[in-house]
């Protein structure tokens, strides 16, 4: 074995789509844990930032391509991965699934969105990662208004509503989440309506990432 310590990076990337949480996993295609389920990721070349190696092993293993992922934690436990000295600094990010057309390559023998309530049997240390990564995530998302990309461009307030309950696997008091994300004005109130279902047409909206950075630069205070 190897006494040197080598540098992997691993990506947790989560989808919603009908009201679902789910999350982006590969079957590696060699040992060790092969045929078994694993996140993305991947070794780090010496001529790339962590950021481009992140970006390129998950493009690489299901074809997505993500512009911003954010860091998770560092994971180094001595015994972490049966070929060596290893360690995995963990990104995570938010997409929609149907915006892409998954394609497994390299490493990955198959690559699947999996529901986070109903994962198969996780390769390395890789349940660890993807528990820390859902409870960052929750905890993210009660502080800072996120997850806007994974909606409609314009969408009714309910879908905002179901997005956030989703997320935090809890129920939200609705009439206060309302009061505070339109406080914020990160969201445009559009002259257009929908129907669904028997009950009256619902306004939509429109999300306002100018507003949205410039609240992020000031400093946002959200809480849920």
């Not at 997005?163 to 809890?170: A, H, I, K, Q, S």
């Amino acid at each position: 074995m190897s006494s040197l310590i080598k540098l992997t990076v691993d990506a947790v990337v989560f989808g919603y789509e009908e009201g679902k949480i789910t999350v982006l996993l590969i079957k590696r295609k060699y040992e060790p844990f092969k045929n078994k389920w694993a996140i993305p990721g991947g070794f780090i070349l010496n001529d790339e930032s962590l950021e481009t190696a992140v970006e390129r092993e998950l493009f690489e293993e299901t074809g997505v391509k993500i512009n911003y992922l954010e860091q998770l934690y560092t994971f180094g436990k001595p015994d972490r991965d049966p070929r060596g000295r290893i360690v995995s600094i963990a990104y995570f990010g938010l997409v929609r699934p149907d915006a892409f057309k998954l394609f497994a390559s390299t490493d990955a023998e198959d690559a699947q969105w999996f529901t986070i309530d109903e994962l198969p049997e996780l390769s390395f240390d890789h349940k660890e990662i993807l528990e820390m990564a859902i409870q960052r995530l929750q905890a993210k998302i009660t502080y800072e208004p996120i997850g806007f990309e994974l909606l409609d461009k314009k969408f009714p307030f309910s879908d905002l509503e179901k997005l956030y309950t989703t997320l935090l696997g809890r129920p939200i008091d609705r009439r206060n989440f309302r009061k505070k994300m339109m406080g914020l004005k990160v969201l445009d109130e559009l002259d257009e309506k929908i129907s669904k279902g028997s009950g009256r047409p619902a306004n939509l909206f429109q999300f306002n990432p100018k507003r949205y950075f410039q609240l992020k630069r000031e400093g946002i205070i959200f809480e849920i």
